[in-house]
Nanobody, 116 residues
Framework: QVRVVESGGASVKPGGSLTLSCEVTGLADRVWSMSWYRQGPGERRDLVAFMTADGERQYGDSVKGRFTISRDNDKNSMSLRMTRLKGEETAVYYC??????????WGQGTQVTVVS
């Protein structure tokens, strides 16, 4: 059974930093890409950052220069380093895995709260 588990969510002040982690277990096929999404209260789920197995990275426009995605291919894990956080970035952050057959797996999310 495939499990995707996010961790690292917390409450942080505006301007602060936080690192989220995502670990995948039980995957039979290799990972094609790993992504972070977020969903604020009453909002849609939006892409934050994306990274392929060969290292290609993409970021949402609002986080470029502040967030960094990285992954450990051997461990099927990845992280999201977030800096200079803003109040409007309060959301549940989700990890999405796409395997070599383009099947998606999602975690349950981790809450990030940015508040003074």
């Amino acid at each position: 059974q495939v499990r995707v588990v996010e961790s690292g969510g917390a409450s942080v002040k505006p301007g602060g930093s936080l690192t989220l982690s995502c670990e995948v277990t039980g995957l039979a096929d290799r990972v094609w890409s790993m992504s972070w999404y977020r969903q604020g209260p009453g909002e849609r789920r939006d892409l934050v950052a994306f990274m392929t197995a060969d290292g290609e990275r993409q970021y949402g426009d609002s986080v470029k220069g502040r967030f960094t995605i990285s992954r450990d291919n051997d461990k099927n894990s990845m992280s999201l380093r977030m800096t200079r956080l803003k109040g409007e970035e309060t959301a549940v952050y989700y990890c999405k895995i796409l395997d070599a057959r383009y099947k998606e797996y999602w975690g349950q999310g981790t809450q990030v709260t940015v508040v003074s």
